[in-house]
């Protein structure tokens, strides 16, 4: 049986679609799955800085859908997991260099040999992200509690067409949810309409961990790996509670800025 | 880290600010459409060309359009006639943090493609007199947007405004290109972290060579740098090897002023907003020190350095 195909996507920038994508990755791995990271941001990559992979790439995406190498030698492998590869996107080409019908064919040969593949989207709505969302099946859409980011992912969920998507909130600040300068969870929910899959606090230690390219999942006791450990089990059907966290006012506004455009 | 590859094509050290004042003062060879717009109000003489400043940063989520928003607001507020342009056609923000969400109407791409007059389409602050939006189309696409056209655009606004801030979208796109091709000047902003400044630096590359590009350093967390878990701004600056016009700290009250649709400039006591005073008036061609930002310091150095033992 294929494996799934997720776009990991947010139309607004900086919301954490790659550390989420590293970790995301990094859990199912722990979890026993044969994990593929895509990264589709052509030109800008980064993923792997943040696994810390930057300095073994030999090819990349461009180089597999233009037949210049195989899937095997543009995977690079991360050697502290058990089975998890990267896929890095070339830093010299542009977008335009791959077409939404190489992504398709490209992933779902990806899907036969992996449980789980991971595309990091670029941000953006333009070709790169509609390459990210070529051959995916379903959609995560990260969002942060702040209004311009939740329009961002509204005016993208209108773009995935019929793939189930749903959400991961990032950077959530429960104390600021709580003094009523944040949105909370529920009220991202109730505006956007989607199943929430995954809820993570903001961290400092996620600044650390990026800059030294060791991914946090890495620390199964720490509590972010914690965290994306139980969004991975999510994902595969698992029932697992999360914390809810307090009520503010700030839905007003956003509700109107919503409607009216 | 490839932070090297595009040394060779990147422009030479940035013009100072006042080089870069005086320029925008030279004798401006307006056309006569350019002349008979800025002839109308809100404007400025005809005779000068006012200043293009693309705010840029190749990685999304590193505060341009917040840096937009509060350099706009700043400079309306020093007396300047200001357009700030949202060009992130399809993910348009900037009405939002400057709270004017409610009074867009038109956008940039009626104007480009003549539904609309320049002055239907501009939505003016109403505390801040001399500031305008041009927002940005957001049911279209970028690339419904003809570069040559932005160009003109910016142009026409360079000949009615003293100052136009152009809030580029993230990504290396047609939407960047858009974004730049009016530009005489761009402002790159990061923040102290691997994937921004690498970012960054791809971006610096991208600019056109006749650009002068100067860097803002956002998000910085003194505490976290002093840990050694965050690039210091010496490191950013060694890095990307350009003019640096301002230091922005980082503090939560930024979330709230967003949320708010309030530019942080305003609020009193926010170091954030003081820190965007003071790259305003290094924009306007003040020489404005920039603090170090250390971190609170402890109870014992505080001590210590008020009974002038000085620092180990």
Do not use: W
């Not at chain 1, 776009?7 to 954490?16: N, R």
């Not at chain 2, 990061?190 to 590359?205: H, L, Q």
């Amino acid at each position: 049986m294929a494996g799934t195909v997720y776009v990991v996507t947010s139309g607004k920038g900086g919301v954490g679609k790659t550390t989420t994508t590293a970790n995301l990755g990094g859990a199912f791995a722990k979890l026993g799955l044969k994990v593929a990271l895509v990264d589709a941001d052509i030109g800008l990559r980064n993923l792997d800085l943040v696994l810390g992979l930057e300095k073994r790439i030999v090819y990349d995406l461009v180089d597999l859908v233009e037949g210049r190498c195989q899937s095997r030698q543009a995977l690079i492998k991360d050697r502290r997991f058990d089975d998890l590869y990267l896929l890095p996107a070339s830093q010299v080409k542009d977008k335009e260099s791959v077409s939404e019908d190489q992504m398709r064919i490209a992933m779902r040969k990806l899907a036969v040999d992996f449980d789980v593949v991971l595309v990091d989207c670029p941000a953006g709505i333009e070709h790169g992200f509609r390459n990210a969302v070529a051959g995916a099946d379903q959609a995560l859409v990260v969002t942060t509690p702040e209004v311009s980011a939740i329009r961002d992912a509204d005016r993208i969920l209108g773009m995935l067409g019929s793939r189930r998507a749903r959400l991961i909130v990032n950077r959530v600040r429960p104390e600021m949810v709580r003094s009523g300068d944040m949105l909370s969870i529920d009220d991202v929910k109730e505006i956007l309409g989607r199943e929430i899959v995954g809820v993570v606090p903001d961290d400092e230690e996620i600044i650390d961990t990026t800059n030294r390219g060791e991914p946090v999942v890495l620390d199964g006791a720490r509590r972010l790996g914690r965290i994306y450990t139980a969004i991975a089990r999510r994902l595969l059907g698992e029932d697992v509670p999360f914390t809810n966290l307090a009520d503010d006012g700030l839905l007003v506004r956003l509700r109107r800025l919503m409607i009216g455009s | 880290m490839d932070t090297q590859e595009n040394d060779a094509s990147r422009p030479s050290a940035a013009l100072t600010v006042e080089e870069a004042i005086a320029a925008a003062a030279m004798p401006a060879a307006a056309t006569d459409s350019a002349s008979a717009v800025a002839a109308r109000s809100p404007g400025k003489p005809p005779q000068a060309l006012g200043r293009t400043i693309v705010i840029t940063s190749g990685k999304g989520g590193v505060g341009k359009t917040t840096t937009t928003a509060n350099l706009g607001t700043g400079l309306a507020e020093a007396g300047k006639n200001v357009v700030v342009v949202d060009a992130d056609v399809g993910l348009r923000n900037l009405d939002v943090v400057l709270g004017l969400e409610n009074r867009v109407h038109k956008h940039l791409l009626d104007v480009i493609e003549d539904k609309c007059s320049l002055d239907d389409a501009l939505v003016r602050d109403r505390v801040r007199r001399s500031l305008y939006l041009l927002p940005a189309a957001q049911n279209r696409e970028k690339d419904d947007v003809p570069t040559e056209a932005m160009a003109a655009l910016m142009q026409t606004l360079a000949a009615r405004f003293d100052f136009v801030l152009i809030d580029s979208p993230a990504g290396i796109e047609k939407g960047f290109r858009n974004a730049v091709v009016g530009a005489k000047e761009a402002i790159i902003v990061t923040t102290p972290e691997v994937s921004a400044v690498r970012d960054a630096d791809r971006i610096i590359g991208l600019l056109p060579p006749d650009v002068e590009a100067r860097l803002i350093v956002n998000r910085v967390r003194p505490a976290l740098v002093k840990k050694g878990t965050m690039m210091s701004v010496n490191d950013v600056v060694d890095i990307l090897r350009l003019e640096l016009v301002g230091v922005v700290p980082d503090e939560k009250e930024i979330i709230i002023a967003t949320n708010r649709g309030t530019p942080v400039i305003d609020i009193d006591g926010s170091q954030t907003g003081a820190a965007f005073r003071r790259i305003v008036r290094r924009l306007l061609g003040d020489t404005v020190a920039i603090p170090s930002f250390q971190a609170p310091e402890g109870f014992v150095s505080r001590l210590k350095s008020t009974l002038g033992l000085g620092k180990p």
